[in-house]
């Protein structure tokens, strides 16, 4: 069945550092692709999302690319901040007469001052 | 705020009970999701409704239920409850059935399980 993989945490960085976070995935037909924000205490929320390939999604300085001939959708941003400190998820979702999302494990983020 | 509500915060109950949590969607929504969160299973999608059906169905246990009510508010059904049942259980709205360029889901604050 499809899935997603994204890369381990946590991720430490200093303040202004730039930010990789990897995803890959898994899918038999044309998912969306998103990346979701958790800050602590709270529920999920859209930071960005790709709806077909070589789509770039991009929000509050993060981007992400959907490259379907690499299957991934990494997410970057250029100068992290204290306040971007949270867990990351990387997701697809299906069209199948509803809309099934299925999540990776995410990826928690610490940014020093 | 999402604008989606989810009530209780947090219960604390012993296995083998029952447990309903339910889930006000944002105004003028129409599809509503559940999805657990715990440490060892990750985030896992339960089950869609759209406007009172059930549209689409993840990783939900028999012992799960779910359903839509005509005023759009959902809630979720958690029977002959296991000690593997704690975990955070998610609501979301979106306005239409599935995805698409304008269709975000907007999540609620979730419901804290404990089961004892």
């Known amino acids: 069945g499809n899935s997603v993989t994204q890369m381990e945490g946590p991720v430490t960085l200093s303040e202004e550092a730039f930010l990789t976070i990897n995803c890959t995935y898994t899918?038999?037909?044309?998912?969306?692709l998103f990346w979701y924000v958790q800050y602590p205490g709270e529920g999920l929320q859209l930071l960005l999302k790709?709806?077909?390939?070589?789509d770039k999604g991009s929000n509050k300085g993060f981007e992400a690319t959907y490259r379907k001939e690499t299957t991934s959708f990494h997410l970057e941003k250029g100068s992290v901040q204290v306040s971007d400190s949270a867990v990351y998820f990387c997701?697809?979702?299906?069209?199948?007469?509803?809309?099934?999302?299925?999540f990776g494990a995410g990826t928690r983020l610490f940014v020093k001052a | 705020d999402s604008g989606v509500t989810q009530t209780p915060k947090h219960l604390i109950t012993a296995t083998g009970q029952r447990v309903t949590l339910r889930c006000s969607p944002r105004?003028?929504?129409?599809?509503v999701y559940w999805y657990q969160q715990s440490l060892d299973q990750g985030l896992q999608f339960l089950i869609q409704?759209?406007?009172?059906?059930?549209?689409a169905k993840g990783n939900i246990l028999e012992r799960f239920s779910a359903q839509q009510f005509p005023d759009l508010h959902s809630e979720l059904n958690l029977s002959s409850l296991e000690l593997g049942d704690s975990a955070l259980y998610f609501c979301?709205?979106?306005?239409?059935?599935?995805?698409?360029?304008?269709?975000?889901?907007?999540f609620g604050p979730g419901t804290r399980l404990t089961v004892l």
């Open positions: 899918a038999t037909g044309y998912p969306s």
């Open positions: 997701a697809l979702s299906e069209n199948t007469g509803g809309f099934k999302t299925i």
């Open positions: 409704y759209y406007n009172g059906e059930e549209r």
């Open positions: 790709a709806t077909k390939a070589d």
């Open positions: 979301a709205s979106s306005v239409g059935l599935a995805g698409g360029r304008y269709n975000e889901q907007f």
């Open positions: 105004s003028g929504d129409l599809s």
